[in-house]
């Protein structure tokens, strides 16, 4: 990465698995790509409740080609392939 885009972005580490995401947003997009694949339906479910709250009213949660979550619909909505917008009704 050129250090002039280096400079503009914040590296930190985060688990999922944590209770609290302390990461501010929210954000217009969220890249989780092919990291829940690791997670029973539950845990994900847990995982995208705490995750929603770091995304804009329009923002966007990118997924893998092989990820749906479809069984937490009032979270999240697909938007496309692998697209994700917030749930209405979601709080921020
Ligand atoms: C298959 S790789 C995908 C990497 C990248 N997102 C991509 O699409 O190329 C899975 C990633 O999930 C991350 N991961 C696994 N468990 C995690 C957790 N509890 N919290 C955060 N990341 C986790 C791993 O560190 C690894 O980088």
């Known amino acids: 990465m050129v250090p002039a ?9 985060l688990n999922l698995l944590t209770p609290r995401y302390d990461v501010g947003g929210p954000f217009e997009a969220l890249f989780c790509r092919n990291v ?4 029973d339906k539950p845990t994900q479910r847990a995982i995208l409740s705490r995750l929603v709250p770091h995304l804009a009213e ?6 893998g080609h092989s990820e749906n979550y ?3 619909a009032d979270l999240i909505q697909p ?6 917008r917030r749930a209405k009704g979601t709080r921020a």
């Open 5 to 13: 885009l280096r400079a503009l972005i914040d590296f930190r580490p």
């Open 36 to 39: 829940m694949i690791y997670f």
């Open 58 to 63: 329009d923002g966007l949660l990118y997924t």
């Open 70 to 72: 479809l069984h937490a």
């Open 79 to 84: 938007c496309g392939r692998t697209l994700y």
